[in-house]
């Protein structure tokens, strides 16, 4: 079956410009995840979703990043303003269910943003 | 302090050994934790839970000291397709749900 899907790839931006990233959770999961991975560095959690709300923005290095998920699916995470240290790969995970101590997460390829 | 410290190694050695990675957490109250596997440039996957009687799936055993927050992921028979980075995952969330809190992984190269 399908994975977890994102899009871009890749982004190369310039400094100062907005960007937004894009997720497709394994259909029938209801919790999604965005993590970051700067080079180097493990992942860092950033926000999760349950359904369309996200109980945890704790992660969230900046208020020039937000998210949201629509219909319980998709979900975009907006950077705007970007700056250099924004740099790193963008990964996304989705899992059946938010709670369970066991849910295993399934994580997309990532995004890799480069800001120039 | 990092919430989960592991040696970034790399661990280099040859088909065949053994190998151990560890790995501590500080949050004491950590109620999951899991060891993934990340190859070049992919996206991390899971390898196996650690559960806390210590479990084994073929080659691999896991075992989990809550007294002393330490996990530890043990490989035997090493093969050369064992490349790759091993992330040391600890479930930081409150409220019942999950949130991964990950170490910054332990490198291992196994060379014929």
């Known amino acids: 079956g399908a994975g977890v899907s994102q899009s871009p790839s890749n982004k190369v931006t310039e400094k100062g410009k907005d960007v937004e990233l894009r997720c497709d959770p394994i259909s029938g999961h209801t919790a999604l995840y965005w993590y970051r991975q700067s080079l180097g560095q493990g992942l860092e959690f950033l926000i999760y979703f349950q359904g369309n709300s996200a109980p945890d923005k704790s992660g969230l290095p900046s208020d020039r990043f937000s998210a949201e998920r629509t219909g319980g699916s998709v979900s975009t995470l907006t950077i705007q303003r970007t700056q250099q240290e924004d740099s790193a790969v963008y990964l996304c995970?989705?899992?059946?269910?938010?709670?369970?101590?066991?849910?295993?997460?399934?994580f997309g390829p990532g995004t890799r943003l480069t800001v120039l | 302090r990092k919430e989960v410290e592991q040696d970034p190694g790399p661990f280099n050695v040859p088909e065949g050994a053994t190998v151990a990675f560890n790995c501590t957490y500080s949050n004491s109250a950590s109620q999951s934790f899991f060891w993934y596997r990340q190859d070049c440039r992919k996206e991390p996957k899971l390898l196996m839970s650690?559960?806390?009687s210590g479990n084994e799936d073929g080659r691999f055993t896991a075992q989990l000291n809550r007294a002393s927050q330490y996990i530890s992921l043990l490989i035997r028979d090493s093969k050369l397709s064992d490349s790759a980075t091993y992330l040391c995952v600890v479930n930081g969330g409150s409220g019942g749900y999950n949130k991964l809190i990950f170490g910054a992984g332990t490198r291992l190269a196994v060379h014929p």
């Open positions: 650690v559960y806390s």
């Open positions: 995970a989705s899992s059946l269910a938010g709670t369970g101590a066991y849910n295993e997460q399934f």
